[in-house]
């Protein structure tokens, strides 16, 4: 089982930039893919990016691609989110998510979340 902490969410202005962490506990942080995922409020929770489990592979919704940037460093069982260019539409609580499996569905393994709030 693995347990997640995500960080670095806050306020910021259209334009602006944010880099989110989500810190893994456990040795085996390197045998999850790992995922960000977001929701918004009255929204259901939608798959934004997600990592290979040596980070070789990465994948991104249509809606942040170009934008945002995921990466991990499994040395320090940390995945990041770099947000660059926010927009309002990416205000939403943000989550990290560990899969064993290559998928865009979720697995049951989330953080508790930080909020993302993008002002116009």
């Known amino acids: 089982q693995v347990q997640l902490v995500e960080s670095g969410g806050g306020l910021v202005q259209a334009g602006g930039s944010l880099r989110l962490s989500c810190v893994a506990s456990?040795?085996?942080?390197?045998?999850?893919?790992m995922g960000w995922f977001r929701q918004a409020p009255g929204k259901e929770r939608e798959f934004v990016a997600r990592i290979s489990m040596r980070g070789l592979s990465t994948d991104y919704a249509d809606s942040v691609k170009g934008r945002f940037t995921i990466s991990r460093d499994n040395a320090k069982n940390t995945v990041y989110l770099q947000m660059n260019s926010l927009k309002p539409e990416d205000t939403a609580v943000y989550y990290c998510?560990?899969?064993?499996?290559?998928?865009?569905?979720?697995?049951?393994?989330w953080g508790q979340g930080t909020q993302v709030t993008v002002s116009s």
């Open positions: 998510n560990a899969n064993s499996a290559w998928s865009r569905a979720p697995s049951n393994y």
């Open positions: 456990g040795r085996t942080f390197s045998t999850y893919h």
